[in-house]
């Protein structure tokens, strides 16, 4: 039982924005949003996570919706590095540990 | 230091082996875990250690056994092994604040690459 779903893969091009949604339609109301993305033969990295309002740091943005049933990851400047697996999770986070869904391939094309 | 280390990179044991891998941190993280990823799946979650106690054990067989000797170190031993636990074993660590904000950046190792044969 899914608590997300992401596309599976997607393509964009170098130096456009990459915009990765995720549905998460039975998120509770003390679960946060989580991203993360694994890189290759890498340990996953942390991106962003938020609540309910949009956050953005240096690596990314993120908008939830009002409802909080879907959001949407905005690498804003794509390049060939940011080629990865991206994983949306909800979760209480703290010592939970994490459930990784099947998360979307992002292919940054030159 | 914002780096979680972990030792070997590669292991290739039998199942009669009897191995161990080790997972380092020294940020000051109370919390620790170990996530098991096989080739082309997400990662899954195995254990969670929370100041040092084990918290989370999610049914994993009793032939992998963690071990917590300190808030910097987590090992996890492996006994009889089978072909099928071959994986990346994954070893993270975040903040554990009792009581405080639950949205802990949790910092992933590298891995390690187990090959049973």
């Known amino acids: 039982d899914a608590k997300t779903t992401q596309p599976p893969s997607m393509d964009c091009a170098e130096g456009r924005a990459a915009n990765l949604p995720c549905n998460h339609s039975?998120?509770?109301?003390?679960?946060?949003v989580y991203w993360y993305r694994q890189i290759h033969s890498q340990g996953p990295q942390y991106i962003i996570h938020?609540?309910?309002n949009n956050e953005t740091n240096e690596m990314a943005s993120l908008i939830i919706t009002e409802d909080r049933k879907s959001s949407t990851l905005i690498l804003p400047h794509a390049t060939l590095r940011d080629t990865a697996v991206y994983y949306c999770?909800?979760?209480?986070?703290?010592?939970?540990?994490?459930?990784f869904g099947k998360g979307t391939h992002l292919i940054i094309q030159p | 230091d914002t780096e979680v280390t972990q030792t070997p990179k590669h292991l290739v044991m039998g199942m009669t082996n009897k191995k161990s891998l080790k997972c380092e941190q020294h940020?000051?993280?109370?919390?620790m875990y170990w996530y098991k990823q096989k080739a082309k799946k997400p990662p899954e979650l195995m254990f969670v250690?929370?100041?040092?106690?084990?918290?989370i054990n999610e049914s994993v067989p009793s032939r992998f056994s963690p071990e917590c000797p300190n808030s910097s170190l987590l090992n996890l031993h492996l006994h009889a092994l089978q072909p099928e636990d071959s994986a990346l074993y994954l070893c993270?660590?975040?903040?554990?604040?009792?009581?405080?904000?639950?949205?802990?950046?949790?910092?992933f190792g590298p891995g390690t690459r187990l090959t049973v044969l």
């Open positions: 993270a660590s975040s903040q554990r604040t009792s009581g405080g904000l639950p949205y802990n950046e949790q910092f």
């Open positions: 039975t998120i509770s109301g003390n679960e946060y």
């Open positions: 938020g609540l309910k």
């Open positions: 999770i909800v979760g209480r986070g703290g010592a939970d540990g994490l459930t």
């Open positions: 940020m000051g993280h109370r919390a």
């Open positions: 250690y929370s100041y040092e106690k084990l918290s």
